[in-house]
């Protein structure tokens, strides 16, 4: 998790008093999903790192197939093929 949203986080906690362990069940709420998100996406990345994952690089052979006049480099940069569910990404190569 980034620095800054770990520190944005912990200036909402009270300035008076000890949090409590409602206070830290709120916060890691927020961090658990941020978690939740962050796993999901290195979990596809990891099935799918042999296929193309929309990135618009063009450098491996498969590429040419998953990823055909680089389509993926349309919708900028960026793992496109990871972010939505895409025939393209369950694709094998």
């Avoid at 909402?12 to 709120?26: G, I, K």
């Avoid at 927020?30 to 962050?38: A, C, F, N, T």
């Avoid at 093929?81 to 369950?90: C, E, F, I, N, V």
Wanted: glycine content about 6%.
């Amino acid at each position: 998790m980034p620095l800054q949203q770990i520190r944005i986080a912990l200036a909402t906690l009270p300035a008076h008093r000890t949090p409590t362990r409602r206070d830290w069940e709120r916060l890691s709420r927020g961090w658990r999903e941020d978690l939740d998100q962050r796993i999901a996406t290195l979990e596809a990345l990891r099935t799918r790192l042999t296929t193309c994952i929309g990135c618009g690089c063009l450098s491996i052979d498969a590429c040419e197939l998953l990823n055909p006049d680089d389509e993926a480099a349309k919708a900028g940069s960026g793992a496109h093929y990871l972010k939505r569910d895409s025939r393209r990404a369950h694709s094998p190569a």
